[in-house]
């Protein structure tokens, strides 16, 4: 195709009037135009020729897959598979979400632990990596022929998560009261009343050392519910993206842009 798009881009129009500007006639300017024109044709056949095989072979492939796919006694539905490549998008968009957030969590936790830069970069690839690997395993091997461990895997993935955000909404409240329990600075105006400074409780504090400990586990509680979703996304995807039907007609779509493209 690129040789076709240089040769096509040569200006035969530009090209006769200087053949006929420096010729001796019309009869020798045409002789002249006539070989060029072709010795160009000549040298294209190859391309032609190989372009021509290729549309042939495509022209096969498109028939025998449009042949498996509309002709026989169950075809398929395209809307069907328009809605099913709509859902493939959603997957992705969601298990990229999931992975950023595992990734993000694995990254600050190696960065809390003083690790270098790099090596903490290197770990929280890998440790994100993982659920991935295996949780793919095991979605392949155990979850997707049991519906009833599939439904227990999000339950457990939902009860962790709301767990962890109620965690973490009692740590900020704790750091709220922390925060408003605070002794405010003694006055330096003489004389001022300190009687409802008396007679005001003192709120108990938790300490900082609790409200950490009381965050780490509800992030923890939330990653944990993230990898485990994580699993039913790829999962799905991956078994999704596999289906026979989807998978040929994705590719008789590519087929028909290329012929589109050649011809």
């Known amino acids: 195709m690129a040789l076709i798009g240089r040769k096509r881009s040569r200006d035969w129009e530009t090209f006769g009037y ?15 135009c006539a070989l060029t024109l072709q010795a160009s044709e000549d040298d294209l056949q190859p391309l032609r020729q190989r372009l021509r ?7 096969g492939r498109h028939s025998a897959l449009h042949s498996c796919l509309y002709i026989g006694p169950d075809p398929i539905d395209d809307a069907k598979m328009l809605a099913r490549r709509r859902a493939i998008r959603i997957l ?19 960065y809390w632990f003083g690790f270098p830069l790099g090596l903490v970069v290197l770990c929280a690839v890998g440790i994100t990596a993982l659920p991935i690997v295996f949780g793919h395993l095991a979605y392949e091997s155990l979850i997707a022929y049991s519906p009833t461990l599939k439904i227990a895997i999000i339950i457990v993935a939902t009860v962790l998560f709301g767990a962890g955000i109620v965690m973490l909404g009692l740590a900020r409240g704790a750091m709220i009261d922390r925060a ?17 400074a008396i007679a005001t409780p003192a709120v108990p504090a938790q300490s900082q050392a ?19 979703a994580l699993v039913i996304l790829i999962g799905m995807l991956v078994r999704m993206s596999m289906d026979k039907d989807y998978a040929a007609w994705r590719k008789l779509e590519e087929l028909t842009s290329k012929l589109c493209d050649l011809e």
């Open 18 to 32: 200087q053949t006929r500007k420096q010729s001796e006639s019309l009869e020798r300017a045409r002789e002249i």
């Open 53 to 59: 095989r290729e549309m042939q072979t495509l022209r």
């Open 92 to 110: 992705v968009a969601l298990a990229t979400l999931a992975i950023l957030a595992s990734f993000t969590a694995n990254l600050a936790m190696f």
């Open 180 to 196: 408003e329990a605070t002794p405010a600075a003694d006055s330096y105006v003489e004389g001022a009343d300190t009687a409802r």
């Open 210 to 228: 609790a409200v950490q400990h009381t965050m780490g586990s509800a992030a923890l509680l939330i990653v944990i519910a993230v990898e485990l």
